[in-house]
Nanobody, 121 residues
Framework: QVQLVESGGDLVQAGGTLRLSCAVS????????MAWYRQAPGKQRELVAS???????NYVDSVKGRFIISRDNAKNTVYLQMNSLKPEDTAAYYC???????????????WGQGTQVTVSS
């Protein structure tokens, strides 16, 4: 059974920091592309950050320089370090996994249940 379990969401003041974690089980973590998405009320889900199996990292422009994605293959966990948080970062954050082969993403996607991040002004 595949499980992605997020944690670390909280209510924080603007300018604060949070670290989200996503513990993964049931798949070969090191062979999966990992990503964080977020969805604010009334908005579409958007890709925030991703880390390939070769540690290539990408970020949406709005979080560049503030967020850092990292992965620990020994712990089957992906993290999202969130610094200098802004009210517009308020959203439910979701962990995503997809099998990566030769730089292509194949097969089904796996999702966690989400963790809420609320940034007050």
């Amino acid at each position: 059974q595949v499980q992605l379990v997020e944690s670390g969401g909280d209510l924080v003041q603007a300018g604060g920091t949070l670290r989200l974690s996503c513990a993964v089980s049931g798949i070969a973590f090191s062979r999966h592309y990992m990503a964080w998405y977020r969805q604010a009320p009334g908005k579409q889900r958007e890709l925030v950050a991703s880390a390939s199996t070769k540690e290539v990292r990408n970020y949406v422009d709005s979080v560049k320089g503030r967020f850092i994605i990292s992965r620990d293959n020994a712990k089957n966990t992906v993290y999202l370090q969130m610094n200098s948080l802004k009210p517009e970062d308020t959203a439910a954050y979701y962990c995503n996994a997809r099998l990566e082969m030769s730089s292509f993403l194949i097969g089904r996607e796996y999702w966690g249940q989400g963790t809420q991040v609320t940034v007050s002004s």
